[in-house]
């Protein structure tokens, strides 16, 4: 069992960065791929980005490569997603999400994921 929480989302402008911080319970989670997820008001959840149980691979949706990172510190249990140069489109709940699977290939779907966190609304004005 991973439990998750995210933090670190909040109001910027266009063109600010911000960080967020996934935070897992369990050492099931050094061994998991994660995911970050972002639902906007009225729209489905949407893939962000994604990394392997070691760190060594990551990808991302298109609407974001380049502008946004994803990393991890399995010492400490956290996953990150940073954020540069955010857009008002970039509004949203992000979600952090975990799999039993420790590689997931692509933009795995939200049914690869079993563990999901609360999420962390991130809001960007202009």
């Known amino acids: 069992q991973v439990q998750l929480v995210e933090s670190g989302g909040g109001l910027v402008q266009a063109g600010d960065s911000l960080r967020l911080s996934c935070t897992a319970s369990?050492?099931?989670?050094?061994?998991?791929?994660v995911g970050w997820f972002r639902q906007a008001p009225g729209k489905e959840r949407e893939f962000v980005a994604t990394?392997?149980?070691?760190?060594?691979?990551?990808f991302y949706a298109g609407s974001v490569k380049g502008r946004f990172t994803v990393s991890r510190d399995n010492a400490e249990n956290r996953a990150y997603l940073q954020m540069n140069s955010l857009k008002p489109e970039d509004t949203a709940l992000y979600y952090c999400?975990?799999?039993?699977?420790?590689?997931?290939?692509?933009?795995?779907?939200?049914?690869?994921?079993?563990?999901w966190g609360q999420g962390t609304q991130v809001t960007v004005s202009l």
């Open positions: 369990g050492p099931a989670f050094r061994g998991s791929a």
């Open positions: 999400a975990a799999s039993r699977r420790g590689t997931l290939f692509g933009g795995a779907p939200l049914m690869a994921y079993d563990y």
């Open positions: 990394i392997n149980w070691s760190g060594e691979s990551t």
